[in-house]
């Protein structure tokens, strides 16, 4: 998944290479999206049991 969102880093900058700041660009994008991912779930979660618990 990083190497991917890097790839797309140093294309949109029209680059043929990967830096390492795409790389580190790209680590902080796909754990914020992790971080993101992880939140809603447990949300959603601890949602569904105070509704079905009432």
Same mark, same amino acid.
Request: proline residues 2%.
């Given at each position: 998944?990083? /190497?991917?969102?890097?790839?797309?880093?140093?294309?949109?900058? &029209?680059?043929?290479?990967? %830096?390492?700041?795409?790389?580190?660009? /790209?680590?902080?994008?796909?754990?914020?999206?992790?971080?993101? &991912?992880?939140?809603?779930? %447990?949300?959603?979660?601890?949602?569904?049991?105070?509704?079905?618990?009432?």
């Amino acid at each position: 998944m990083v /190497a991917l969102e890097a790839s797309r880093m140093s294309h949109y900058k &029209k680059k043929p290479i990967i %830096t390492s700041m795409e790389v580190h660009a /790209a680590v902080r994008v796909v754990l914020l999206q992790e971080a993101m &991912k992880s939140c809603l779930l %447990t949300g959603n979660d601890m949602s569904s049991r105070h509704v079905g618990s009432t």
